[in-house]
């Protein structure tokens, strides 16, 4: 994981250094990109085209990589997911952040609530019995 992370620790080149827009001179600051963003990138392209090249291979040892990688990161910090965060399901890590935008996009974009089991214990308000 630290090794995929480093590849986004890059610098632009030092023009960028002085410029905010091409040809537009600005005051020098060193640009980099920051560790959320890096994380951000990580967690919606490097890592799902990881677990995508081991379903094409089958290779389940990369998909499982990919798993834990997502494990391993802290979750993604959006509206969506604060959303989730009040309405009682606190993400843990990217693994669970990423769940948590799959089940919106699959279910709750589509008002299909009664469909999914997060959805129907919160509007019928039972409890998991296991």
Not at 10 to 16: E, G, I, K
Not at 110 to 120: A, D, E, N, P
């Amino acid at each position: 994981l630290q090794e995929l992370t480093d590849l986004f620790s890059v610098r632009p080149s030092t023009y960028w250094d002085r410029h905010y827009k091409f040809g537009s001179v600005s005051s020098v600051r060193v640009k980099t990109l920051g560790a959320e963003a890096s994380r951000t990138i990580l967690i919606n392209t490097a890592i799902p085209f990881i677990f995508l090249y081991g379903c094409k291979k089958g290779d389940e040892s990369l998909k499982a990589r990919a798993i834990d990688f997502l494990s391993r990161l802290p979750p993604e910090k959006n509206a969506i997911i604060a959303r989730w965060g009040k309405a009682g399901l606190k993400a843990g890590s990217a693994l669970d952040s990423q769940a948590l935008l799959q089940l919106r996009s699959a279910y709750c974009q589509k008002k299909q609530c009664l469909r999914c089991m997060v959805g129907s214990r919160i509007i019928l308000g039972t409890k998991d019995k296991g």
